[in-house]
């Protein structure tokens, strides 16, 4: 409390007390206890009005001392138990983590990871992939703007995720200790398997091999790819000091439909410490018939390759890029996209009214709307000639066809001529549009089916920044892709509307998330959030069944399938109010990716405590790591001064004392006949 507020404190005491005086002893002949009292009462409520006005502060101040944050970060996937150096990591991480020293100059910190990052003490090494990248995007957003060490308990084999060496804070020093055997052994092995997921039936597709190789002398391998009994195709390999690698393609024939198992394998006369990672299988689903699909544009725009790459992700697309003159005949494609059409694209629409086929149309600033009102009975179209920019608002409502919102609102705006677009029935909207956040009500994203002909409709160009925007944001085409595809799904198809849609894979790799995902409508077509929704999923071999719930999300049901034993297995999903049923099949190969490794990357590790400006350690190092911490001087403890600050009295009790005497003064003034 500073002096001005106790020189208040003291007059506001001088003038409670002079103004209590004043009105009961001065010119007063009694000087009775009663008379004392309420002079007494006076006084309080007078001078609890001023200090309610004057409202003192205290101030107190703690000291808290902060210490620099002490990572340890422990590998916890399956490869370390393959590297049988579970036992190592064990001690290792009690030695560091029960050191005093360590804990008073630290705040030590304990987490495990895997394909995820947590907080833990305790570690089962049954991670299914390892992810270090997560690792160090975890520690950026926990310990953001500290300067810290880490201790890297691990193999570095990763599996999953970006390049750790790199991702890790260059400003914050990472101290690995590499574990597993670091002694070179002989090993060959199939690194990497490229192939399409879809092939086509009767035709070939490539498929290419990465394989590598880990010795000191020259080695000669046999390198097969069989499906069931049948070797499809055999050759040799020769591997050496100067040679560690090998990439071989080959063509392989698509001679049956559905989905097909496939083993490579690669075999020497050298015997190698693992043996697992000798073999990979891989599966392709070959399909008998491919959509067509027709890009028609009198103009040059990115939106046009943007839209084939989205495309064409799908190997059941095939987009031919065309000008209107150019279209000679339409019978080969199974769907139109007209880009901006105009007046030149007249013979094509005239065409398209006898052959019924589905219709993609994007417009933009060069689109005739004029010829549009004259083609097209979804719309009316009333456009000026400026330009303006439209942002994306998603329907949650659309249920034309199953779709999440990929992040419509934070896409940049398309651009197309301001005007009023009006629906007429029997159009869906997706997206509505709005203008520098202000709603417009008109849609940007439209669909419609009638008569047995389904029309999309996107009213804006530029879509080929969205595309690019949601790589930006997700490091990955994938959410953009597929939201294209399953327009192109919808157009591509006739088919009646189902109650029921599944989505899922026709095969996984043992160990990678498996989910099914199904929505349910109601006779309205509406999604209907009260639906139950079981699987029962059969082993093809053992017949074994299992069931689940389907459980609901905000978009959707889901069911985790995750711990299913490599093998084929067929599945059907029920509803069970109304009996409606969905099946199918898919296929878990078994492959273990933590079972790949024979040694510790020592080379990663290395390379990632010279970026940090750290230092590698092995094991029997311990002692000399936590000397090294604690002789650091660049991790002190702060000692932080906390003031904080608090009222005398608080408001609302000084209110509640001049309250209670008030209201006594006044009781007792008015029994002794003084009011």
Partial sequence: MDKSTILLLLLSVIIAGGFSYFQYFFKSKSLSITTKFLAFLRFLTVFGLLLLLINPILSRSTYETIKTPLPIVVDNSSSILDLKANQTVQEVFEKINSNSELQNKFDVQTYRFDSEFQSAE???????????????ESLKSIYKNRLFPTVLISDGNQTTGSDYVFSFDSNNKVYPVVVGDTTTYLDIKINQINVNKYAFHKNKFPVEVFLQYAGNKSVTAKFSISQGNEVLISQSVSFSPSKKSEVINVLL???KSGVQIYNAKINSSETEKNTYNNSKKFAVEVIDQKSEIALISAINHPDLGSLKRAIETNAQRKVTILKPNQVNSLNNYN?????????EFKSILEANKNLKINTFIITGNKTDFGFLNQQNKDFDYKMSSQKEDYLANFNSDFN????????????????NPFGTITIKPNVSVLLFSSIRNVATNSPLLAFSDTSGKRSAYLFGENIWKWRAESYV????????????DKIIQFLASNDSKKSLIVNHERFYNSGDALEITAQYFNKNYELDEKARLTIVVTNIKTKQIKKFDLLKTSTNFKVNLDGLAPGSYSFTVKELNSNASYSSSFEIIDFDIEKQFVNPDLAKLKQLASQTKGKIYVPNQVDVLIKSLLENADYKAVQKDIVQKTPLIDWYWLLIIISISLAIEWFIRKYNGLL
Avoid: R, W
């Fill in 473 to 484: 944001s997700k490091k990955s085409f994938e959410k953009f892709d597929v939201f294209i």
């Fill in 400 to 415: 034309v066809f199953a779709t999440e919102n990929i992040g419509f609102e934070n896409l940049p705006p398309l651009e």
């Fill in 335 to 343: 769907v139109l996209i007209l880009y901006q059409p105009t007046s």
């Fill in 253 to 255: 024939p698509a001679d």
């Fill in 122 to 136: 305790t570690f089962d090494y049954k991670g299914k992939q390892t992810n270090l990248d997560a690792v160090s």
